[in-house]
């Protein structure tokens, strides 16, 4: 059974920084691409940033490109973003996620479950 464990929310001033943390078990973490979601209020979730299983590729929602950085290391089955130039817009809950099969080739994620999520608030 995965389970993902994400962390590192809170509130932050437009403009701002975040990290957010994921701990990833019951899975061989280095075999999956892994990937960043978010649902803002009254929207449906949306894919923020993909990693690759090696790292060397990456995507992300054309929203957030140049602001957030995703990154991970397998040796500590952790995945992490990096959230800069917040704006009040990203206000969401974020969960990290799993892709469903190993050693998918492109940057992309059909998720395997979800986390519960860490709140991202940015204020005005």
């Known amino acids: 059974q995965v389970q993902l464990v994400e962390s590192g929310g809170g509130l932050v001033q437009a403009g701002g920084s975040l990290n957010l943390s994921c701990a990833v078990s019951?899975?061989?973490?280095?075999?999956?691409?892994m990937g960043w979601f978010r649902r803002a209020p009254g929207k449906e979730r949306e894919s923020v940033a993909v990693?690759?299983?090696?790292?060397?590729?990456?995507s992300y929602a054309d929203s957030v490109k140049g602001r957030f950085i995703i990154s991970r290391d397998n040796a500590k089955n952790m995945l992490y973003l990096q959230m800069n130039s917040l704006k009040t817009q990203g206000t969401a809950l974020y969960y990290c996620?799993?892709?469903?099969?190993?050693?998918?080739?492109?940057?992309?994620?059909?998720?395997?479950?979800w986390g519960q999520g860490t709140q991202v608030t940015v204020s005005s």
């Open positions: 996620a799993i892709d469903r099969q190993t050693f998918r080739g492109k940057p992309e994620i059909h998720p395997n479950g």
């Open positions: 019951g899975r061989i973490f280095s075999q999956y691409n």
């Open positions: 990693i690759g299983w090696t790292s060397r590729v990456t």
